[in-house]
């Protein structure tokens, strides 16, 4: 009788355990990954920019914040003859998910199929790499992060502010905390990628479960101009 009463104890607080978290190790929710070009290409060799922040992914993540990437690869025909009869999706990606660092139309496209592959075929919420696509394209332009930030007076002038003055104005828009990002360039750092937790749907911003670093030290940041 012991020894029963013992293992049930034991299979009690494994389960408690186990139900304690959702599972670490598979998807939990996206980051929405957005670069400002003018701090990006400060160390990428660019071959483009835009006066806008763009996407550099919608990345699936497990509950504690470790990405999730895949050795998949979709047949290219599967994912662009869809999308080439979607005019306005087509144009979105080409403003709001454009590779920096090639001006080449097959390479653009094929890097569309190649975030598909690498990022959004790991999680199964969103089937269809065209939702895919587009639920990252309208996060980002439900944000419009430049005049989030211009419209609380951080202006991309080439000017630095202090880094919670850019938190706040994204806080203020998303009720979320966002990560920065930054490249260190004349001793100085500059604004280059934000960051924000997303829900396993990619319609809605959302907490994270977890701090992650930001590399842009703790005062001012530079907003480097167009």
């Not at 598979?26 to 920019?49: A, K």
């Not at 890097?111 to 990022?119: I, L, P, R």
């Not at 260190?184 to 934000?194: A, G, H, M, T, Y």
Request: hydrophobic content about 35%; charged content about 25%.
């Amino acid at each position: 009788m012991k020894a029963t009463h013992l293992l049930f104890f034991a299979l009690l607080i494994m389960k408690t355990a186990c139900g304690a978290a959702p599972n670490s190790f598979g998807f939990d929710h996206f980051w929405l990954v957005q670069v400002w070009p003018h701090g990006y290409c400060l160390d990428h060799n660019c071959s483009r920019t835009s006066d806008i922040f763009v996407l550099h992914g919608l990345w699936p993540v497990t509950f504690s914040g470790e990405t999730l990437i895949s050795e998949n690869r979709s047949d290219p025909n599967k994912i662009l003859k869809p999308l080439e009869k979607d005019g306005s999706l087509r144009k979105d990606l080409m403003k709001y998910w454009l590779s920096l660092t090639t001006k080449n139309t097959y390479y653009m496209k094929n890097f569309w199929v190649h975030e598909w592959d690498k990022h959004g075929s790991v999680q199964n919420r969103i089937k269809s790499p065209l939702v895919y696509f587009r639920r990252a394209v309208e996060l980002t332009k439900s944000l419009n992060l430049l005049k989030t930030l211009e419209d609380k007076g951080v202006l991309a002038n080439g000017d630095s502010y202090p880094k919670f003055k850019y938190k706040k104005a994204i806080m203020d828009k998303t009720g979320q905390i966002p990560v920065l990002g930054c490249v260190k360039k004349d001793r100085q750092f500059q604004l280059k990628e934000v960051t924000l937790c997303v829900d396993p749907e990619a319609r809605n911003f959302r907490a994270c479960n977890y701090r992650m670093e930001e590399k842009c030290g703790k005062d001012n940041i530079k907003f480097p101009a167009p």
